[in-house]
């Protein structure tokens, strides 16, 4: 069992910044994606950036250039640094794992409470 602990969001005014943290507690197998999502009022939950075990990062188009998503393997934290935010990125962002013992193995989801994030003047 993995449990994601979201913190960091707030208001912001835009082209400001916000840190995300995502901590995680529990076993994390070696093939893994961590990723941020999220969902503003009346949108389907959409994928913001992710990292996965081999190193790879992959980013929304919306956000390329201005979200950078981070690990800390000694904190056991996630992070999404979230620079010259703009109205339309408010959402509740979540954290989310997937992660799988083997490649033939099923694999595990978790998800994170959400944090709320408000981009307005």
């Known amino acids: 069992q993995v449990q994601l602990v979201e913190s960091g969001g707030g208001l912001v005014q835009p082209g400001g910044s916000l840190r995300l943290s995502c901590a995680t507690s529990?076993?994390?197998?070696?093939?893994?994606?961590m990723g941020w999502y999220r969902q503003a009022p009346g949108k389907q939950r959409e994928l913001v950036a992710a990292?996965?075990?081999?190193?790879?990062?992959n980013y929304a188009d919306s956000v390329k250039g201005r979200f950078t998503i981070s690990r800390d393997n000694a904190k056991n934290t996630v992070y999404l640094q979230m620079n010259n935010l703009k109205p339309e990125d408010t959402a509740v962002y979540y954290c989310?794992?997937?992660?799988?013992?083997?490649?033939?193995?099923?694999?595990?989801?978790?998800w994170g409470q959400g944090t709320q994030v408000t981009v307005s003047s």
């Open positions: 989310n794992v997937y992660t799988k013992r083997a490649i033939i193995s099923e694999p595990y989801n978790y």
């Open positions: 990292l996965t075990s081999g190193g790879s990062t």
């Open positions: 529990g076993t994390i197998f070696s093939i893994y994606i």
